[in-house]
């Protein structure tokens, strides 16, 4: 079952909740090289104690050489990289097994969300109210999309995953995941590329997770200014609920 909750009304909050929980943030990174560099920075200024993890999923364009210069500076915490192209979902399960924080959060190298969020999901999982937050872009109206298809899309699909897995959700395909680093790298994750979302998802509500909503801020790229997914994700996200609901790995 997924509440949406009343720690984030739209107010920020004055003093950092959590002291105690450090959260390991993992930055998957793929031909970002315009937007990388102010994202890195926007993470640094959460009054939170953060541990960054970029991983560069082989990058063709600048992404590497700001990355290890951000490494030398110290904004990020490790890059990790791959030698060949692997897909988001990839990504995200190199810096997960990498990361060694108490909460373990995605982040996308955009500027779509804003990480200050951040203070207001951790609070709820401070106070011990969930196993997982998931920051949705529709509570509360702040969604601020540039294509009406995508918002369609993510509507269908989080209907279908509500669907399988009972939760609930007003945004299945959000990025911001937040979850306790041990049940995180419990869950046995094998997706490569978009279908993370669907599969991290549905193994929260196989393993009986406290899922809350927290509303989150989001303002919609263009593909012209590097948003890559398709209405072929979509589709495949249809596909990947019914297989990662009827499907249940074993390490």
């Not at 640094?44 to 970029?54: F, G, K, Y």
């Not at 939760?167 to 046995?188: F, I, N």
Request: charged letters at 25%.
């Amino acid at each position: 079952m997924v509440n949406s909750h009343s720690a984030a009304q739209g107010r920020r909050p004055a003093t950092p909740p959590a002291a105690t929980l450090r959260l390991s943030v993992v930055v998957p990174v793929y031909n970002e090289a315009a937007t990388l560099e102010d994202i890195l920075r926007r993470l640094r200024l959460v009054p939170l104690a953060l541990e960054v993890i970029a991983v560069d999923d082989c990058s063709r364009d600048e992404s590497p050489a700001i990355l290890a210069r951000l490494l030398a500076e110290g904004v990020v915490d490790r890059v990790l990289r791959h030698e060949v192209n692997r897909g988001k979902g990839a990504a995200l399960r190199t810096g997960f097994a990498a990361a060694t924080g108490d909460v373990i959060v995605p982040q996308d190298a955009d500027l779509e969300y804003d990480p200050y969020d951040f203070v207001a999901m951790l609070d709820v999982l401070a106070r011990d109210e969930a196993d997982a937050v998931y920051g949705s872009r529709f509570l509360k109206g702040r969604f601020h999309g540039r294509y009406l298809g995508h918002l369609i899309g993510n509507r269908v699909l989080t209907w279908w995953s509500n669907r399988w897995t009972g939760l609930g959700l007003t945004d299945m395909e959000t990025c911001y995941k937040m979850v306790r680093a041990p049940l995180l790298t419990s869950l046995v994750l094998t997706t490569d590329r978009f279908g993370i979302e669907p599969e991290i998802t549905a193994r929260l509500a196989q393993a009986g997770a406290r899922v809350v909503e927290v509303p989150v801020s989001y303002a919609g790229r263009s593909f012209e200014a590097g948003k890559k997914i398709t209405w072929k994700d979509g589709l495949a996200g249809l596909l990947h609920v019914v297989h990662f609901s009827l499907v249940r790995p074993t390490r």
